[in-house]
């Protein structure tokens, strides 16, 4: 009768070991108590292999109780730890089901809803390590307007307290995952949730709400969200507040599509001494890195530029081709900012975040977020090359990544380094109000979107009469892009209504976490004092998030002022030259 290949093996090492042979090492087999970590172990000295005990025992149990046919074809070892496994599997799955069920969280009926259950249920009830900047919340507010009337509104019925509705996309799941945290209870429909959230915001229904549903949709969101109505409305509130210099966050910026005195001014600014910098034509409607041309300093494109645009404003009032002048109904040019900061000779930019928790009183609050960088070597002697200066989108491989930490550090050695070049001129001084680089830049991404809220105050961020939407109060989640110069001057370049949520790397899942529980927490305390009729402002529970504009207190950066004499980009990289 034959004999089982693990029994044989078995049978071949005990006889060794009766024997006591000092033979060959392949066949040694001696038995040991070590004792480690409080477990008693096995040596194999069969190719120096270390084996717990407990795997012998397993070893033991599994030769013992295996049919012989099925032992000739499967390892009866693995075949009793595999049953196990899944055992123990089934069981955690069960209770996990069970639990879900029967208790106060929603059931996972998929892979992907599993995924994000259990990241509520794990991750994101624990604290998470995405740390607090500091004591920032309320630096700074400046009133501008008197607070408003507290104002009693409708309660939420006790069925539908706590409850929420998303549309299920990727992009909203981390928000999704929130509100689980907090233990809210997902719904079927969104006429059936107390909070309601979806990445298009387009619904039918939106416009028939309950007063008592919150949905993030902000009706005129659109007069910011493209270029070209961003940059109109810029100019219409300078031309409104005359005594007010021009945004210092956002690039000069000229509209090509509207009027002919907007061309004038283009080319007014050109003769002036605008032909030494290079441009950036932007169609208006367009994102990721699409409807962007650079044009080199004093190139025959930029000298044709605006006589390009009058005979196309021409075209379009004589009703010419409108899928030949599709490109340029929205059209605008922007000065190019030079002497830009990188990332190792990368270009890069820094999104952050804004929150509209409330348009009734306006409550709107900013959290900081992470590094974008491109994906080739970054030099401002070449304008030849659209997508070489572009950050995202440069169709040339996927973006990389880096923290807001990695991006604080980066700050801080930069300043350093610039400190030492300068024989430590600059020491512990410095040019601006903030107490360190960090806070300095922080400060500048705060300030630009509070000034984007005041332009936008009554045009976007207000319940007008006649409003489409029949909840008493509305939130919505956005973003803002930026980049540095070399003087730590930040630039605006453009809000985003659509903020990708993606989870490529740990942090943003960190980020996520402390974005989305925190929005959690600031709504459903606006909603409590809304109920009780009370005051909105202070707001307790931000946190990370800080306050931008607070029932009439908006954020300002007191006593910053850049310098407007910047170098021109021809300037900047003989300076590089002439260090090499």
């Not at 493209?226 to 509130?237: A, E, G, P, S």
């Not at 070597?377 to 923290?403: I, Q, V």
């Not at 903030?434 to 922080?442: C, D, G, L, N």
Request: proline share 5%; hydrophobic share 35%; with cysteine.
């Amino acid at each position: 009768m034959s004999i089982p290949t693990t029994r044989r093996r078995a049978a071949f090492l005990n006889n060794s070991n009766n024997a006591s042979s000092a033979g060959s090492r392949g066949a040694q087999y001696e038995d040991t108590n070590d004792d480690r970590d409080g477990e008693f172990y096995t040596q194999h000295h069969h190719g120096d292999v270390v084996k717990p005990i407990f795997v012998g025992k397993i070893s033991t149990f599994a030769n013992r109780y295996t049919p012989p046919l099925i032992a000739r074809y499967i390892n009866p070892t693995a075949l009793v730890i595999l049953v196990a496994m899944l055992i123990s599997h089934v069981t955690i799955g069960l209770a996990v089901y069970l639990y879900a069920k029967n208790g106060s969280f929603f059931c996972p009926v998929d892979l992907v809803e599993y995924i994000n259950w259990s990241g509520s249920t794990a991750l994101y009830q624990g604290a998470l390590s995405f740390r607090s900047k500091g004591p920032y919340a309320y630096d700074s507010l400046v009133r501008i307007q008197p607070s408003s009337v507290p104002k009693k509104m409708e309660p939420v019925p006790e069925s539908h307290r706590k409850t929420f509705y998303y549309d299920g996309d990727k992009i909203t799941q981390p928000i999704a995952r929130a509100y689980r945290s907090r233990g809210w209870t997902q719904v079927d429909k969104p006429q059936q949730a107390q909070w309601i959230y979806t990445y298009n915001t387009n619904r039918p229904w939106g416009e028939k709400l309950k007063p008592w549903q919150r949905f993030n949709m902000l009706p005129f969101y659109q007069k910011w969200n493209t270029k070209d109505q961003f940059t109109y409305y810029y100019k219409q509130f300078q031309r409104a507040h005359p005594e007010r210099a021009p945004s210092q966050y956002v690039p000069e910026t000229f509209m090509l599509s509207e009027t002919v005195e907007d061309i004038m001014e283009f080319q007014k600014k050109l003769e002036s001494g605008g032909y030494k910098y290079p441009w950036v034509l932007k169609a208006g409607s367009v994102n990721q890195g699409r409807g962007i041309t650079m044009i080199a300093p004093s190139s025959k494109e930029l000298v044709e530029l605006p006589k390009k645009a009058l005979y196309m404003l021409q075209k379009q009032a004589d009703g010419g081709d409108a899928e030949e002048d599709e490109d340029w109904e929205d059209m605008i040019v922007q000065s190019y900012v030079c002497n830009e900061m990188t990332w190792e000779r990368r270009k890069f930019d820094v999104r952050m975040y804004w929150l509209v928790a409330s348009l009734d009183p306006l409550i709107v609050l900013y959290h900081d977020g992470y590094v974008r960088i491109g994906n080739s070597d970054y030099s401002e002697e070449d304008f030849s090359n659209t997508r070489a200066h572009l950050t995202t989108h440069t169709f040339l491989g996927a973006e990389g990544k880096a923290t807001f930490d990695q991006f604080e550090e980066m700050i801080t050695t930069y300043w350093e380094s610039k400190n030492n070049r300068m024989g430590g001129t600059i020491g512990r001084s410095y040019p601006w109000p903030a107490k360190s680089p960090v806070e300095h830049v922080r400060n500048q991404f705060k300030d630009a979107i509070a000034e984007m809220i005041e332009v936008y105050q009554k045009e976007a961020f207000d319940i007008p009469d006649g409003q489409t939407i029949t909840a008493e109060n509305a939130f919505s989640f956005y973003c803002a892009d930026f980049i540095l110069d070399n003087d730590l001057d930040v630039w605006f370049i453009e809000p985003q209504n659509g903020c990708g949520l993606d989870e490529d790397y740990y942090f943003r899942l960190e980020m996520h976490g402390s974005l989305f529980n925190g929005m959690t927490d600031i709504m459903e305390e606006i909603w409590h004092k809304q109920e009780q009729g009370l005051p909105v402002m202070p707001i307790q529970n931000v946190g990370n998030w800080q306050i931008l504009y607070g029932d009439g207190l908006i954020y300002r950066y007191e006593g910053y002022q850049r310098s407007h004499n910047k170098a021109s980009c021809s300037a900047t990289a003989k300076k590089k030259r002439v260090k090499k």
